[in-house]
């Protein structure tokens, strides 16, 4: 996801952190440390990184 993120961000990996991610690409799932939870919650983060045309494109 960190490199999916860099890449249409135009960023270095290196600058990338789930920290660093705009709010709205981010699951609204809580992080539980359940295994099906959390791989629902990874996938909609994936599907909401997909999605988004990049900075500074209106969505």
Request: some cysteine; aromatic content about 6%; overall charge positive.
């Amino acid at each position: 996801m960190k490199t999916l993120y860099a890449t249409k961000a135009g960023l270095p990996l290196r600058a990338v952190a789930k920290g660093t991610m705009p709010c709205e690409l981010l699951s609204r799932r809580r992080h539980t440390h359940r295994a099906l939870d959390d791989a629902v919650e990874q996938a909609e983060w994936f599907a909401n990184l997909m999605a988004w045309p990049g900075p500074g494109s209106p969505r």
